[in-house]
């Protein structure tokens, strides 16, 4: 199956820094990303939808200011914490969506996850 | 507006015992239905899916799950459950005219000796 990167796998920063965490499609080329927010044993909540070349729709309840998202490329989603603070420390996942994948119209590839730490 | 519901919360099972994970869905027409597993710590990992057709599906790992529309229900079942399946298990929905998911609450499962 298609491989999905996330750079770093874990960062720790002081509160009031920015983080940016990288989404990288190893083989194919993801016109779509979904950027998800995990609480510790909960669910996955969907952030926002990263489209290529495009600005990226966020769900309701997300800051886009705080939570700044740029898909430069077929490959390359990041995702910027802005002014990070204690409550924003979570486990960020990201996924990707292959266009060529016959027959999935839904299938999404997983990220393995970014752990931040906001001290 | 799609949902998805997972009535477990905490499943323990025996190594070698059957293991059946429940979800439950609302949406207005025929979803895409998807079970992943997360083990701690990583991202999530498709077991497998449902998109139409044959309404039990079989995945990796030895798991399957089957559709039914009656009931609304998409449930996870594997014969015989090793170690290495404690993990988090998420079932998720999705539109046929919309590429996002929604995610149940998740239904953590432990195997004991």
């Known amino acids: 199956g298609a491989v999905v990167s996330q750079h770093p796998s874990w960062v720790i920063c002081k509160s009031g820094t920015s983080v940016k965490i990288e989404c990288r499609s190893l083989?194919?080329?993801?016109?779509?990303m979904f950027w998800y927010r995990q609480f510790p044993k909960q669910s996955l909540m969907l952030m926002a939808t990263?489209?290529?070349?495009?600005?990226?729709?966020?769900e309701q309840g997300v800051e886009k200011d705080k939570f700044l998202i740029n898909h430069a490329s077929l490959t390359l989603s990041t995702l910027t914490v802005t002014s990070a603070h204690p409550e924003d420390s979570s486990f960020y996942i990201c996924?990707?969506?292959?266009?060529?994948?016959?027959?999935?119209?839904?299938?999404?590839?997983f990220g393995p996850g970014t752990r931040l730490t906001v001290l | 507006a799609q949902s998805v519901t997972q009535p477990d919360i905490h499943i323990t099972v025996s190594e070698g015992a059957s293991l059946e994970l429940r979800c439950n869905y609302s949406?207005?027409?025929?979803?895409?239905l998807f079970w992943y597993v997360q083990s701690p710590g990583q991202g999530l990992q498709l077991l497998l899916k449902y998109f139409s057709g044959d309404t039990l599906v079989q995945g990796i790992k030895g798991f399957e799950a089957e559709f039914k529309r009656s009931q609304s229900s998409f449930n996870l079942r594997k014969p015989s459950v090793h170690w290495s399946d404690a993990a988090e298990y998420f079932c998720?929905?999705?539109?046929?005219?919309?590429?996002?998911?929604?995610f149940g609450a998740g239904t953590t499962v432990t195997v004991r000796a």
């Open positions: 996924s990707a969506r292959d266009p060529q994948t016959a027959g999935a119209y839904n299938e999404q590839f």
């Open positions: 990263s489209n290529e070349g495009s600005k990226a729709t966020y």
């Open positions: 949406y207005g027409a025929t979803p895409y």
């Open positions: 998720a929905v999705g539109p046929s005219n919309d590429y996002k998911l929604s």
């Open positions: 083989d194919f080329q993801a016109t779509t």
